[in-house]
């Protein structure tokens, strides 16, 4: 079930992502934030999934915080520290007068 919940916060986020761009920029760019945050996201549970090998069994604690639960985890929690230095806007500096 956590997996489900995290899965689908993840397909929000390329929606939202691929909808920001494509108003704020272009086409071309919506497509290729979208395929960027994918990629992160495969790469990065592949290598959360690693590293939280380590420390729970393949098994998992109980049936519902399976191996993949803490590692799609941990994954979220380090996208969501990613994604707010990336994504976020520079505001100019104002000037002194």
């Known amino acids: 079930m956590i997996e489900v919940i995290l ?8 929606v939202y992502i691929f909808a920001k761009n494509y108003v704020e920029q272009t086409k071309v760019s ?3 934030s979208t395929i960027f945050v994918i990629i992160i996201f495969t ?6 999934a ?12 109980t049936r519902v915080l399976t191996k993949a639960a803490f590692s799609l985890g941990l994954l979220t929690l380090l996208e969501v520290i990613f994604y707010k230095f ?12």
């Open 7 to 14: 899965f689908y916060a993840h397909a929000v986020f390329f």
């Open 50 to 61: 690693f590293v939280i090998g380590f420390f729970i069994p393949d098994a998992g604690l």
């Open 86 to 97: 990336y994504f976020a806007k520079s505001k100019p500096r104002e000037q002194m007068v």
């Open 30 to 32: 919506a497509y290729l």
């Open 43 to 48: 790469v990065g549970w592949t290598f959360s």
